[in-house]
């Protein structure tokens, strides 16, 4: 017998909140599961921040301790959801200069020194 998903009530609800700042990689700012996870949604709508479902990556995201850059493994899933997010409110993703620099020269900035 197989079984059938839960379907998504308040219970069961689990919200992922990252931040990114162009600095390092993005970090879990909070989670929650339940009541808690349906307020991080409602103050994620209030604020007009976008949201997006992703049941799985959710569930792997909320594995990392909060505060916490999320793991390199998850950098590219994390970097389609943050591109998602910043398209949605016609904002451009905040990007190191360094890196951006390296990805058009295929070099390494100069230091002044």
Do not use: N, W
Request: proline fraction near 8%; hydrophobic fraction near 40%; aromatic fraction near 4%.
């Amino acid at each position: 017998m197989t079984r059938k998903p839960l379907p998504p009530t308040t219970l069961h609800r689990l919200a992922v909140a990252l931040r990114y700042d162009g600095e390092g990689a993005p970090k879990i700012t909070a989670k929650g599961r339940g009541e808690i996870g349906k307020r991080i949604i409602e103050l994620a709508q209030a604020h007009q921040v976008p949201l997006r479902q992703d049941a799985e990556l959710c569930q792997v995201l909320a594995q990392v301790p909060l505060g916490e850059e999320i793991p390199e493994a998850l950098y590219v899933a994390v970097a389609e959801v943050l591109a998602f997010a910043y398209r949605l409110s016609g904002q451009d993703l905040p990007l190191r200069t360094e890196t951006a620099e390296e990805d058009m020269t295929g070099d390494q900035p100069e230091s002044g020194g």
